[in-house]
């Protein structure tokens, strides 16, 4: 009775003993290491520590070179992928390696937080993408704090802007607009409707701005002999039925479709030219009345003195007549 007491005991304690351990080998070939019922080769519930200059690694057969692996150097934690590598250091995660650019080196398929920074260095093609469904965002946030830039892009549209919460925001309205560009590549500032290449709804400052035209569109022309001005005549005539230059847009032109810079000063350039030639050809009509003047001065002083030749004449015989 005794001897069958202690056999059950010890059948206890080692039933006892293995469900404690949790370590399994089942027939189908997996192995459980803290849970008694492995769904994979190997299935552990619980830490795991490698070391020694250890790495996890993997490859698709046995037969196949070493694929992505996993290990630790230095206070680096080290996934090599190829040609490229990520490397966590002193908390912060870089990208490292020499290979060419690949898509999906680091992919995540739910929200990740960096403490510090992210840098990515390579000698060749390196860069960063967010790809949604719907809407990508990349947002730099004050903090502690609330606000912060956005980078956004949606529908081949690509923003940049504002928002005043900690959060990367899907909803428009709490998200401002600075710089905007279309799908066709027009570019709104302060404006999301840019209907030309540059769009800016306020002031511009700039050193230089530089207009490039053709030589056609330059008003040189207004010095072609065959160019016909407008006697000024009818220049006052149009000015006082229009309230404005001929070829000159008007007032309400202006607010409706603004000023074309460039026109604008073709057209200031053309009334400047037009002035010169009027300038020109009145300066020429005074030269002529000058001219015609000094001739008949000319003929005038002649015909005095050929009259004062004749009164002295008269004098003379008017004198001799007297004394006789």
Not at 7 to 33: D, E, H, T
Not at 115 to 127: C, D, E, F, H, I
Not at 276 to 294: F, H, P, R, S, V
Request: with cysteine.
């Amino acid at each position: 009775m005794k001897i069958l007491s202690f056999l059950s005991l010890l059948i206890i304690n080692v039933i006892y003993c293995n469900l404690k351990a949790q370590n399994v080998f089942p027939a189908n070939g997996n192995v459980g290491i803290g849970t008694t019922y492995p769904i994979v080769k190997l299935e552990v519930a619980g830490n795991m520590l490698i070391h020694n200059n250890g790495y996890l690694a993997f490859r698709k057969s046995a037969s196949d070179p070493i694929g992505p692996r996993l290990d630790i150097s230095g206070n680096g934690l080290y996934l090599h992928l190829g040609g490229l590598g990520l490397i966590a250091r002193n908390d912060n995660v870089q990208d490292l390696g020499s290979a060419s650019f690949r898509f999906q080196r680091l992919w995540l398929g739910r929200d990740m937080y960096v403490g510090q920074s992210v840098y990515v260095n390579s000698p060749g093609n390196s860069g960063v993408i967010v790809d949604g469904n719907n809407l990508s965002r990349v947002g730099f946030m004050r903090y502690p704090g609330k606000g912060g830039g956005i980078w956004r892009v949606a529908n081949q549209e690509f923003e940049i802007g504002r928002t005043n919460t900690n959060t990367l925001p899907g909803n428009p309205t709490v998200f401002t607009t600075d710089v905007y560009v279309s799908g066709t590549g027009n570019v709104g500032i302060g404006t999301k409707k840019p209907s030309e290449k540059l769009s800016v709804n306020g002031t511009i400052i700039a050193k230089s701005i530089k207009v490039k035209m053709t030589s056609a569109d330059w008003a040189d022309y207004v010095f072609d002999s065959s160019y016909r001005l407008m006697p000024l005549a009818e220049v006052s005539s149009f000015i006082k039925q229009n309230k404005h230059l001929p070829d000159v847009p008007s007032a309400k032109e202006v607010e409706k479709q603004g000023v074309d810079v460039g026109l604008t000063q073709s057209l200031l350039l053309k009334k400047i030219e037009e002035l010169t030639l009027y300038m020109i050809g009145q300066q020429e009509q005074i030269d002529a009345e000058k001219q015609k003047i000094a001739e008949r001065n000319k003929t005038l002083r002649e015909e005095v003195k050929r009259l004062e030749e004749q009164l002295k004449e008269t004098k003379k015989e008017v004198t001799v007549e007297g004394r006789f």
